[in-house]
Every structure is written in structure tokens, then in C-alpha cells.
């Protein structure tokens, strides 16, 4: 079993849904991290939380230590939101080292 | 400010040569980690430099080696390399002075083929 767990895999949505992607770890962590990894490779940093939820846009992510889980929203979604999603754990608050990457979940937003 | 650069942006090798990929943070950031994606499985760390020393190690052979220079700037290479290697190579820089919870900004990445 990963120690990082991604669901769903693949997702599919219509241009305006709601979209969960949800996040379960079974390591005990300092920070949860957000990725975003559009066609070609580039990687962006989203989020990164240690407790309770942060905003950005039309993004939310919220994490709960007790169930080791997070979740991540996307509101009003757009296919320019289309990319794979990343959750990485990080597992002690010591150097960027100790990052347990989930697989991604691959997002794909119909006009 | 200009963003992590990567050089190069693709590489074909043959099995047993060896590469060695370059990875510019931005500039003031003093960590540098290295991130092996493939397929199979995914984003694994590789290791992270932080003025001139490694501090962190990922699970990989002693083939993978890296380094850093004075001015921040790194390298990794691989020897003897392996069909396996094929992959895309990451590199992320941070301010490198509050551990675990900076915001790591990643370059476009450096796509291997091991032919």
C-alpha cells in the first residue's frame, strides 16, 4: 500500500462542475503539498498546508491531521484547469527531503 | 524574476553513456532539489543541495550524483545509464532557510531517453 493515496485517478467534469480530488496519507506529517502538472511536464506549487483550509481563486484545499486526509476543490471548473493533480506528504519538518508523492490524479475539464 | 531554468530541455543517450543535466534556481534561492519522474512510478526524490552540501539523499543507486556551485546553481549526473533512466528529470529551488514549509518552485524539466 502507498503511504501517499490519490482518488480519483482520472476524472472527467463539464466546464462550471464542482471537483473533489481527494488526498489520504498514512505517514505522520509536518505539511501536505498541492502540485499541478500541466501537458509537457512544468509543475506548480498550489498549496501548502499544515492545518485547517487555504483559498486561492476558484482553489480550495483543506486537510484534517485527525483522518489523514485532504481534500482539494476546484469551483466553477475550466478546461484550462485540465492537468494532472499531485498531493505530496511531507514527513518530518527537516529539509525538502522527506516527500512522499502521491500519484496524481489526472483532471480533463470538457467545454 | 526569472523563473528555475533546466538545460537541457530533452536528451536521447545510449545505455552505458552517462548525462549530466543543469538546473538554475532563481535567483536568492539556496536549496536545490532533484525530482526523477516516470510512468511507473511517478515523482521520487532524488536529493537536495543546500550551499554546496547534499542534505537529503533519496533512494536511488550511487550512479545518480549531484552537486552544487557557489552560485547556487547545480548539477546531477548519472553514469552507466540504464534503460530505466529514461524519464523526466525535475529540479525546484527554494529560499532553503525554513525547512519543510517553503514553497519549492519547479523547473520545465529535462526530458531523458536511454535508448
Known amino acids: 500500500k502507498n503511504e501517499v493515496e490519490q482518488s480519483p485517478q482520472n476524472l472527467t467534469a463539464q466546464e462550471g462542475e464542482f471537483i473533489t480530488i481527494n488526498c489520504s496519507y498514512s505517514v505522520g506529517i509536518s505539511a501536505l503539498h498541492w502540485l499541478q502538472q500541466h501537458p509537457g511536464g512544468g509543475i506548480v506549487s498550489l498549496f501548502m498546508?499544515?492545518?485547517g483550509k487555504k483559498k486561492h481563486g476558484r482553489l480550495i484545499a483543506t486537510i484534517n491531521i485527525q483522518e489523514k486526509h485532504s481534500s482539494l476543490h476546484i469551483t466553477a471548473s475550466h478546461p484550462r484547469d485540465s492537468a494532472v493533480y499531485i498531493c505530496?506528504?511531507?514527513?518530518?519538518?527537516?529539509?525538502?527531503?522527506?516527500?512522499?508523492f502521491g500519484k496524481g490524479t489526472k483532471l480533463s475539464v470538457k467545454p | 524574476k526569472a523563473g528555475v531554468t533546466q538545460t537541457p530541455r530533452y536528451l536521447i543517450k545510449t545505455r552505458g553513456q552517462q548525462v549530466t543535466l543543469s538546473c538554475s534556481p532563481i535567483s536568492g534561492h539556496r536549496s536545490v532539489s532533484w525530482y526523477q519522474q516516470t510512468p511507473g512510478q511517478g515523482l521520487q526524490f532524488l536529493f537536495e543541495?543546500?550551499?554546496?552540501?547534499?542534505?537529503n539523499k533519496g533512494n536511488f543507486p550511487g550512479r545518480f550524483s549531484g552537486r552544487q556551485f557557489s552560485n547556487s546553481r547545480s548539477e546531477m549526473n548519472v553514469s552507466t545509464l540504464e534503460l530505466g533512466d529514461s524519464a523526466l528529470y525535475l529540479c525546484?529551488?527554494?529560499?532553503?532557510?525554513?525547512?519543510?514549509?517553503?514553497?519549492?518552485?519547479f523547473g520545465p524539466g529535462t526530458r531523458l531517453l536511454v535508448l
Open positions: 543541495y543546500f550551499s554546496e552540501t547534499q542534505r
Open positions: 498546508l499544515s492545518s
Open positions: 525546484a529551488s527554494s529560499l532553503g532557510v525554513s525547512g519543510s514549509l517553503e514553497t519549492q518552485y
Open positions: 505530496a506528504a511531507r514527513t518530518d519538518g527537516g529539509s525538502q527531503g522527506n516527500l512522499i
